[in-house]
C-alpha cells in the first residue's frame, strides 16, 4: 500500500523561503507522478504541480509557476516542493500526492495521498 508523508509545514512570513518534503514508501516510485496540492479553509483542493518521477518533468499551475519548484530523489523517493516568494494566499494544508497518470493536473488524478502538512504566511 502506497503511503506518503510530508514534512516542513510551518509558519513563515511574507516573502520568505521553505522547502516541504514528501517521502513514498509502499509502492513503485517511477515512472510514475508525484503531485503538491493545498487547500486553504473551506475552498477546494487546488492543484499546485508536479514531476513525472523518472523522467523529472513538471508542470505547475498558473498560480505558482516561477515561484515553486518540483524537485526528486528518486533513490530516496522523496519528492521536494520549494516555495519562493511565499504571499498571504499560499496559506493553506499542503499535500503530496501520487498518480499512476502523467500529466495529473487535477486533484482528482491523483490516486494516493498524504496526511497534509500546514503552511501559514503571515505579512
Known amino acids: 500500500q502506497v503511503q506518503l508523508v510530508e514534512s516542513g509545514g510551518r509558519s513563515v512570513q511574507v516573502g520568505d523561503s521553505l522547502t516541504l518534503s514528501c517521502e513514498f514508501s509502499?509502492?513503485?516510485?517511477?515512472?510514475?507522478?508525484m503531485g503538491w496540492c493545498r487547500q486553504a479553509s473551506e475552498n477546494a483542493r487546488e492543484f499546485g504541480g508536479a514531476?513525472?518521477?523518472?523522467?523529472?518533468?513538471?508542470f505547475y499551475a498558473n498560480s505558482v509557476k516561477g515561484r515553486f519548484t518540483i524537485t526528486r530523489d528518486s533513490g530516496r523517493g522523496t519528492t521536494y516542493l520549494q516555495m519562493n516568494s511565499l504571499k498571504p494566499d499560499d496559506t493553506a494544508i499542503y499535500y503530496c500526492?501520487?498518480?499512476?497518470?502523467?500529466?495529473?493536473?487535477?486533484?482528482?488524478?491523483?490516486?494516493?495521498w498524504g496526511q497534509g502538512t500546514q503552511v501559514t504566511v503571515s505579512s
Open positions: 509502499g509502492g513503485t516510485f517511477s515512472p510514475y507522478t
Open positions: 514531476i513525472e518521477t523518472s523522467r523529472a518533468a513538471t
Open positions: 500526492a501520487y498518480s499512476r497518470i502523467w500529466p495529473a493536473t487535477q486533484a482528482n488524478e491523483y490516486q494516493y
